[in-house]
């Protein structure tokens, strides 16, 4: 089946620095993908869905210049988190749709965000 | 209005019996498809099964099988002969539209715990 990788799957850093986080189709080319933020046993909020070559559409709440995400390719998404501040700690995870089988969407593994 | 309402927070289940988590919606749109994800203590999301709004017979994928009531908007994922290996989150989410590239929203997510 489809596979999505998203890397780092865990990372703590220091207040006031950038993390990136990529997400990546491994075998399909997704002209969307989606990333959520889940807090501690709460449900997926959806921030934002990136589309390959345009600009990110973000959600209602989601700080566009705090979030940075960018789809240059057909296979790669990128979320960047700017200036974290320990409020940002959380899971964050991506995912993809694979247009030949396109009712599924198959998610990355998650990365666990620690800002300290 | 919560588009996607999952009422149990937590479940227990006997390892071997079958369980029931029930998830409701509210869309105007006529044409929309049902998810069901898992997610283990890992954080990974893993897709169990779906179902489309104009699926005329209810969907079964293995041990899982959507109970669709439309006209009740409900969408209850049945796991039959559970094993320790379900104890997990689930959600429920929904697309709504024809393009298989709309977001998914989520329910609250249900955790069940299987006994031995």
């Known amino acids: 089946g489809a596979v999505v990788s998203q890397h780092p799957s865990r990372v703590i850093c220091k207040s006031g620095t950038s993390v990136k986080i990529e997400c990546r189709s491994l075998d399909f080319q997704a002209t969307t993908m989606f990333w959520y933020r889940q807090f501690p046993k709460k449900s997926l909020m959806l921030m934002a869905t990136s589309n390959e070559g345009s600009k990110a559409t973000y959600e209602q709440g989601v700080e566009k210049d705090k979030f940075l995400i960018n789809h240059a390719s057909l296979t790669l998404s990128t979320l960047t988190v700017t200036s974290a501040h320990p409020e940002d700690s959380s899971f964050y995870i991506c995912?993809?749709?694979?247009?030949?089988?396109?009712?599924?969407?198959?998610f990355g593994s998650g990365t666990q965000l620690s800002v300290l | 209005a919560q588009k996607i309402t999952q009422t149990q927070p937590g479940m227990f289940v006997q390892e071997k019996e079958a369980v029931t988590l029930d998830c409701t919606y509210d869309?105007?749109?006529?044409?929309?498809?049902l998810f069901w994800y898992k997610q283990p203590s890992s954080g990974e999301m893993i897709f169990l099964i779906y179902?489309?709004?104009?699926?005329?017979q209810n969907a079964t994928e293995g041990r899982y099988s959507l109970n669709f009531q439309k006209a009740r908007k409900s969408a209850n994922l049945v796991i039959s002969a559970s094993q320790l290996g379900d104890s997990a989150m689930y959600f429920c989410?929904?697309?709504?539209?024809?393009?298989?590239?709309?977001?998914?929203?989520f329910g609250g997510g249900t955790r069940l715990m299987v006994k031995p």
């Open positions: 869309t105007s749109d006529p044409s929309y498809g």
């Open positions: 989410a929904m697309r709504e539209g024809s393009n298989a590239g709309n977001m998914l929203t």
């Open positions: 995912s993809a749709r694979d247009g030949i089988t396109n009712e599924k969407l198959f």
């Open positions: 179902q489309g709004s104009y699926d005329q």
